[in-house]
């Protein structure tokens, strides 16, 4: 089925770990974006790409990585975890304007 | 810093009865103006989105824009207790990119049966 995946769903890592969230989509949507959802801040744009190879900042990209190598894929890693990157991120996809989201990754940092 | 405000709540009301999410955002030049909900636990999924000042209806919603007061809000009416949930307003000004939404943090919306 078309859509929006999102894997793990859940993860429970240690300080200074490495992580990747990953995220694919079927629709071949050009742009991609990774939030960031927290009780108190919202959702927080991190990276989004506007089409394969094409990547640029949010609001809160610090600790963060992203690659686009192809169309369907945007990898978020953490490359050495924090306490504050413990989250719930979401990945979108988006035709002008409108997001369909992944069903998300909760992500816990100890 | 562009930012989208909108009243944490809860925001209580009974079955039945109209209730009504505000939005206020700072940015003049945002074109493009969206509602999610957010059930607890799910992801965010789109309930409308408005263009244009004035009223858009949609079955039970009706959202409304003003541009020179930089206020866009939810009317849901006849509420059910399936629409307890949370509710995001959203804002794009195009700029930059298609798609780059600014999230106010949302208004939770209980029904009450």
């Known amino acids: 089925d078309a859509g929006i995946t999102q894997s793990p769903r859940y993860k429970i890592t240690e300080t200074g770990r490495q992580v990747t969230l990953m995220c694919h989509q079927t629709?071949?949507?050009?742009?991609m974006f990774w939030y960031r959802q927290d009780l108190g801040h919202g959702l927080r744009l991190i990276y989004y790409s506007a089409a394969a190879d094409i990547t640029d900042k949010g609001e809160v990209p610090d600790g963060y990585v992203v690659s686009r190598s192809k169309t369907e894929n945007f990898p978020l890693t953490l490359e050495s975890a924090t306490r504050s990157q413990t989250s719930v991120y979401f990945c979108?996809?988006?035709?002008?304007?409108?997001?369909?989201f992944g069903e998300g990754s909760r992500l816990t940092v100890l | 810093q562009k930012e989208v405000e909108q009243n944490s709540g809860p925001l209580s009301v009974p079955e039945g009865a109209i209730a009504s999410l505000n939005c206020t955002y700072s940015?003049?030049?945002?074109?493009?103006f969206f509602w999610y909900r957010q059930y607890s636990g799910k992801s965010p999924e789109l309930i409308m989105f408005i263009y244009s000042n004035g009223d858009k209806e949609d079955g039970r919603f009706t959202a409304q824009l003003n541009k020179a007061s930089q206020y866009v809000s939810l009317l849901i009416r006849d509420s059910q207790p399936s629409d307890s949930a949370t509710y995001l307003c959203a804002v794009t000004n195009y700029g930059g990119s298609q798609g780059n939404l600014i999230f106010g943090k949302g208004t939770k919306l209980s029904v009450k049966p």
């Open positions: 979108a996809s988006s035709p002008p304007g409108e997001l369909f």
């Open positions: 940015d003049r030049g945002s074109q493009s």
């Open positions: 629709w071949s949507h050009s742009y």
